[in-house]
């Protein structure tokens, strides 16, 4: 484990707890998009850790060449892939009989629900009383 970590703050701290917070400042970062250095210990690992979703993180090999193993843009950070394990990946999906295709009363959709918008008791008796 003897080299350094590139850690980048990629998202914001606002709304996020303090303890939070307080490990992005004690990892040097102040706003999105700063980039720091910080040795490769099990220290700074536990750190990033607890803020994984806030930081990008690369490894820094021989030479100060980065490996990146962290997303790359905001996009990836934001919605990255579902992961599908693979026994539930090889099953088949569920056809729809021919009963269904046919619109059998039993496979048409109910019509959606409404709902009343909820009112206070106040305006409720009042209702009544007129």
Do not use: C, W, Y
Request: avoid cysteine; charged fraction near 30%.
């Amino acid at each position: 484990m003897a080299g350094r970590l590139r850690v980048t703050q990629v998202r914001s701290t606002i709304g996020h707890i303090a303890r939070n917070r307080g490990t992005i400042r004690a990892l040097g970062l102040r706003r999105i998009g700063d980039t720091v250095e910080v040795p490769d210990n099990d220290a700074t690992r536990g750190m990033v850790r607890q803020v994984r979703f806030l930081v990008a993180v690369e490894p820094i090999g021989d030479g100060g060449r980065a490996a990146r193993t962290a997303p790359a843009s905001r996009e990836e950070v934001i919605a990255p892939e579902p992961v599908v394990a693979p026994e539930i990946a090889d099953q088949p999906t569920a056809e729809p009989s021919a009963e269904a295709a046919a619109g059998s009363p039993s496979a048409k959709e109910a019509p959606p629900a409404t709902t009343r918008p909820r009112r206070s008791k106040a305006a409720a008796a009042t209702e009544e009383k007129a």
